[in-house]
């Protein structure tokens, strides 16, 4: 078994949704934490980055303009 590494390590998962700063609110009412709030990225890409309760990373995205 190796030994475990000096630093941390972790896995973070991204979820495309149609509405960024929905799912952003929706997530911080059921006990998300935010770390990086709603941003426009290069390329038209929205997106957030969140934790949930057991501290887990994940990002919210959208590519383009949202479902109309």
């Not at 495309?16 to 990086?36: C, F, P």
């Not at 426009?40 to 383009?64: H, M, Q, T, W």
Request: net charge negative.
């Amino acid at each position: 078994i190796p030994a475990a590494p000096a630093v941390g390590t972790y896995a973070t998962f991204g979820i495309e949704v149609d509405d960024v700063d929905d799912t952003y609110a929706r997530a911080l009412d059921k006990g998300a934490t935010s770390v990086v709030a709603p941003t426009d990225n290069p390329g038209g890409v929205r997106s957030a980055y969140l934790r949930d309760a057991d501290e887990s990373l994940f990002a919210i995205y959208r590519f383009g303009a949202p479902s109309t």
